[in-house]
């Protein structure tokens, strides 16, 4: 596992998460937290398509409850760490909403 230097944190305007993102899953599911704090997040999509991207942005949007406007990557998009923000949110009620999603 790389080392991250990003975490879960208050930003100025919302708040920033670490993902971990694991393509072509059978579902779109959030399925738990790494010891750093990093969120684990299955993704139906290819990684090869475009798509995948914008479908974790709509899935993570629907998590948190907020317009699909309000998320976005902000760092690795090609890979499978990456950090979205969100705009508008305080990291506990982020925090809250992951916790309550996961399976």
Same mark, same amino acid.
């Given at each position: 596992?790389?080392? /991250?230097?990003?975490v =879960?944190?208050?930003? *100025?305007?919302?708040?920033? =998460? &670490? =993902?971990?993102?694991? @393509? /072509?899953?059978?579902?779109n $599911?959030i399925?738990g ?8 997040? #299955?993704?139906? &999509?290819? @990684?090869?398509?475009?798509e995948?991207?914008?479908? %974790?942005? &709509?899935?993570?949007?629907e998590?948190?409850g907020? @317009?699909?406007?309000?998320? !976005?990557?902000? &760092?690795? !998009?090609s890979g499978? +760490? *990456?950090?979205?923000?969100? %705009? ?5 009620t982020a #925090? $809250?909403r992951?916790?309550?999603?996961? +399976?």
């Open positions: 596992m790389n080392n /991250r230097k990003y =879960l944190h208050d930003g *100025k305007r919302g708040s920033a =998460l &670490a =993902l971990r993102v694991t @393509p /072509r899953a059978s579902r $599911q399925v937290l790494l010891n750093d704090g990093t969120i684990k997040v #299955h993704i139906a &999509a290819n @990684p090869a398509d475009d995948s991207n914008d479908e %974790l942005l &709509a899935f993570m949007s998590v948190l907020v @317009p699909r406007s309000r998320v !976005e990557i902000v &760092a690795g !998009e499978r +760490d *990456k950090l979205i923000s969100v %705009l508008d949110m305080d990291v506990e #925090h $809250q992951i916790v309550a999603h996961m +399976d």
